[in-house]
């Protein structure tokens, strides 16, 4: 019989044939017939220049097999769990007193993002950090995300999504744990406290200027606003109304772009890159707030894993579920704000309620990977508070 439960260990190793495929496909690409005067511009989605000079750089001089080295130097597995095959770095500090982080991505993001982050978390020693501030590093992927594939059933969304991964941190000895998240990890961290109060010791997140667009619609809109704010507010939504495209389509038809994405590098680059420009440090020149390696590092793990489909059902199922995306809970919680707005502490933090809640005028909606220095810096301020 079969243990299901077993913990096994992975490494990437993408066949030659399907890096020859892709090279060959983005060789034989077409190009849309661009309208005169929008060649530069990102009003319309992606800047059709951006995306040719990214396709041409991932096609002739990107190294998949040094980013996929670089992921093999972290310990890596998979475990099946509620029938999903479930993968996931599990990086032990060598520091006697770390205790257990779990880290949750969002969309369209993946493990990749926090790649630089477990070597100063798991040994700030060796980092120039006080080793009392080291964790055991769990980073999973979304079920339906990078090697976290194919979905085995319907049904994936936040709760199950949540339910999994605790079992996750059962499995590896982690009855108790901190957790952290942004975007969907936000929503897996947030539950897990809901519904695991006794396991989850305290929880961090971060966020963006983008959460404001929600507000009316997901979050619930503050008392007492100006006229000003409130004028501030609907730019934000209006902003948002602009940029969610991508997630009406997938919600609503998600094999429509399931196709695309699995059949064009070229569909899934754009799909996966606008939002890298959309959603990153408006200071930062266009294509730049984020390393060019590691976007394509990400891209290509959605390509050859084809989870630009499952990702996509992720999605519908969430928006199918009828769950709350936000659950209070009284664990301890911090917020790390990138990119801030005025707006955003009155928003989120009305009343106070939120021990933590730091605001940086640097980074985004990645923020791990565009400032990691701050990420791990907030990380490791605000849970030093709670490791007794």
């Known amino acids: ?10 490494r990437i190793d993408i066949p030659q044939a399907d890096l020859d495929d892709l090279r060959d496909r983005l060789g034989r690409a077409r190009s849309p017939y661009v309208v005169p005067g929008t060649d530069g511009g990102w009003d319309r989605g992606i800047a059709p220049n951006y995306l040719r000079e990214l396709a041409q750089y991932w096609r002739d001089e990107f190294d998949w097999r040094a980013q996929e080295a670089r992921l093999n130097a972290h310990p890596q597995f998979t475990t099946e769990i509620d029938g999903q095959t479930i993968h996931f770095f599990h990086v032990r500090s060598p520091e006697p007193d770390a205790i257990p982080l779990l880290i949750t991505h969002g969309y369209p993001g993946s493990v990749v993002e926090f790649l630089e982050l477990i070597g100063p978390l798991t040994d ?6 006080d080793p009392a501030d080291a964790f055991h590093v769990v980073i999973p992927s979304l079920p339906g995300f990078g090697f976290s594939t194919p979905l085995a059933s319907t049904g994936w969304e936040l709760a199950r999504t949540t339910e999994a991964f605790a079992e996750l941190m ?16 936000a929503g897996v961290t947030g539950r897990l406290a809901a519904t695991h109060p006794e396991r989850v010791i305290a929880t961090h997140v971060n966020s963006d200027p983008g959460t404001l667009g929600l507000v009316g619609e997901q979050l619930p809109m503050p008392d007492g606003l100006t006229g000003d704010e409130l004028a501030a507010i609907d730019a934000e939504r209006e ?11 997938q919600t609503t038809q998600p094999n429509a772009i399931a196709a695309a994405l699995t059949d064009s590098p070229i569909a899934q680059l754009g799909w996966i890159a606008e939002k890298f420009q959309a959603w990153t440090d408006p200071a930062q020149p266009a294509g730049e707030a984020v390393e060019r390696d590691l976007l394509l590092t990400n891209v290509s793990i959605y390509w050859f894993t084809r989870s630009g489909a499952s990702a996509a059902q992720f999605l519908w199922e969430n928006a199918h579920s009828g769950m709350d995306w936000v659950m209070p809970s009284g664990v301890p919680q911090g917020w790390a704000v990138f990119g801030t707005h005025p707006l955003m502490r009155r928003v989120m933090n009305p009343e106070g309620h939120i021990e933590h809640f730091t605001e940086y005028s640097e980074g985004g909606h990645f923020a791990a990977a565009e400032q990691p220095e701050l990420f791990v810096a907030d990380v490791r301020a605000f849970f030093r508070k709670h490791r007794g």
Do not use: C
């Open 124 to 129: 700030p020693r060796a980092h120039g950090g």
């Open 1 to 10: 019989m079969t243990n299901t439960k077993q913990i096994r260990p992975f």
């Open 170 to 185: 059962s499995r590896l000895g982690y009855e108790k744990f901190v957790a952290q998240g942004g975007d969907i990890g």
């Open 239 to 249: 902003k948002w109304a602009q940029q969610k495209g991508y997630l009406t389509l």
